[in-house]
């Protein structure tokens, strides 16, 4: 799927505001997957970032529709409180690069859909 596409739909479903949609997209080609629920992105200072990456990672959380949640490392910085209430542009650039590569996998491990699958 595009990521035009990929966008669209999250705005429609998640409410995500184009401009954060458009910092994640720009992310898109410097996500590494590390492990199976780790990603790295690495930084830009185009865009504002102060390191060289930024660790994703998908952790079980209770407190959500889903049951799971994206960290990022930039929460613990400058100004990450408020990234963590919303979502940061890093942990977009990931749901973008996998929903845009088909990413599944198996054995209890995340979905596609930025969900954890059973």
Known sequence: MGLEK???ELKAKSGFRASILDRGEKRVRDVAQVANDQWEVM???ELGDEFESYTVTLVRD???Q???RYLCSCYEHRSGRGR???LCSHALAVI???RHNNFAL?????GDNGE???
Not at 106 to 110: K, R, Y
């Open 116 to 118: 954890r699958s059973s």
């Open 43 to 45: 930084g830009r200072p």
């Open 66 to 68: 889903s049951g799971w």
């Open 106 to 110: 198996t054995d209890n491990s995340t």
């Open 96 to 98: 973008l690069w996998r």
């Open 84 to 86: 963590r209430r919303k």
């Open 62 to 64: 209770p407190f959500t």
């Open 6 to 8: 990929i966008k669209a």
